[in-house]
């Protein structure tokens, strides 16, 4: 598939990358429709967060349809139409089941780079660097969403694409992540 | 200035800088070595699982989620009451092998003792109420013997016991809690093979720092 990678500061380059596949069984795989470009996206593009690698696909504000779901997702299923927080929460450790997710305990799989320069490691963030785990991003024709069901909304028949992508939306989940969790 | 004094403040610069830095590496890799008792290379690490303590001890109980859990990690084999068989997968490839005989001390309280296996080892693990109703603890505590060659090809070979445990709790914490583990190592990127083993390296060395 094609996707927006980083090659170093301020350095973009699409490249022909492998599909990602599903690794955990909460995992989904969505087929990106509409990714946006969060101005936060500047800073991993100018090494102001300096825990990027060439390659890195970049990209977390996202909408698409689910092609594909882990053994363990009940609530979304194939053909739904998703809205994506960027946060990725597991809805079960301490942090998600008082709504905090951006502090979610198990999301990050490298944690200590983070634990290293914060004194904690907050949540993983998909497409954003190494520092949030090494996710890769929705500048991309399909990405995987780790804790589907916590993580991914269904959008309602009638809205646009396009308008669900619109920044403030996904900037939402981004914020106070998911509601619908619990 | 001219260009060759120039050249001098740089290179001085440069060397103090180097020293420094050095300095700094070695301080904290001072700081990263384990205490010693007896011989023994001690270390305490301690997670909190948000569940009961019953949930926690039937996690160790129930077979088929462990063997699930760990699909990935290692495989565990029961060869009779109290005797283990484990082989780790090395995510670098190549399986560590090595048997462990586990002794259940108690409720919530268990110890285990390698009897084959590259590095002499043995541990502890508790598993006491969190505070406030937050679920419970584990405390765990790892004994390792290692002479300074067996040290020195043991950093070579980046198998750090510590290190190894830290995970293994996360691990553990992931798997009780949501019942999988995640991972991103070699999800999609532009990465060409050698690219991504740079990054592997990087990786596993920002681990390794981590809290003194
Ligand atoms: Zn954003
Ligand atoms: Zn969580």
Redo the contacts with the bound molecule.
């Keep these: 598939m094609k996707a927006l990678c980083w090659e170093g500061v301020r350095k973009l380059a699409v490249r022909d990358v492998p599909e990602p596949t599903i690794r955990a069984a909460g995992d989904i795989i969505v087929k990106v429709r509409a990714s946006s470009v969060c101005g936060s996206d500047l800073h991993l593009i100018n090494g102001y967060l300096p825990a990027m690698r060439e390659g890195d696909i970049l990209g977390h504000e996202f909408m698409g349809e689910v092609v594909e779901t882990g053994p363990d997702v009940r609530r979304i299923k194939i053909g739904d139409r998703v809205v994506v927080g960027s946060v990725v929460?597991?809805?079960?450790?301490?942090?998600?089941?008082t709504e905090q997710?951006s502090?979610?305990?198990?999301?990050n799989p490298q944690p200590v780079f983070s634990e290293k320069l914060w004194g904690h490691a907050p949540?993983g963030i998909l497409g954003y660097s190494h520092a949030a785990g090494g996710y890769s991003g929705s500048h991309a024709e399909y990405i995987r969403v780790p804790f589907g069901d916590v993580g991914a909304f269904t959008v309602p028949e009638g809205c646009r694409t396009t308008r669900w992508c619109s920044p403030p939306t996904p900037c939402r989940p981004a914020g106070w992540g998911p509601t619908s969790a619990a | 200035m001219t260009s060759s004094g120039m050249r001098w403040v740089l290179g001085g610069a440069a060397t103090v800088t180097a020293l420094g830095v050095g300095r700094m590496v070695a301080r904290r890799r001072r700081r990263h070595q384990p205490d010693r008792e007896g011989g023994w290379y001690v270390v305490h690490r301690g997670i909190t699982v948000n569940r009961p303590r019953d949930a926690v001890i039937g996690f160790w109980t129930g077979q088929e989620r462990l063997d699930r859990g760990l699909a990935e990690w290692a495989t565990l084999e029961r060869l009779d009451d109290n005797r283990w068989r484990c082989v780790a997968s090395d995510p670098a490839g190549g399986g560590t092998e090595w048997r462990a005989e586990l002794t259940v001390d108690g409720p919530g309280r268990l110890s285990w003792r390698v009897t084959e296996g590259p590095v002499a080892e043995r541990g502890r693990v508790e598993l006491v109420p969190a505070p406030q109703g937050r679920g419970t603890e584990i405390r765990a505590e790892l004994r390792w013997r290692s002479g300074r060659v067996r040290q020195l090809l043991g950093l070579a070979s980046r198998h750090d016991p510590d290190l190894a445990l830290r995970s293994a709790l996360r691990r553990i914490k992931s798997l009780i809690?949501?019942g999988q583990v995640l991972d991103t190592r070699h999800d999609p990127s532009g990465r060409s093979p050698k690219q991504e083993q740079a990054t592997d390296r990087i990786r596993e060395r920002l681990t390794v720092g981590g809290r003194p």
């Design positions: 929460a597991c809805g079960a450790c301490w942090y998600c089941r997710y502090l979610c305990d198990n999301s949540a | 809690e949501t």
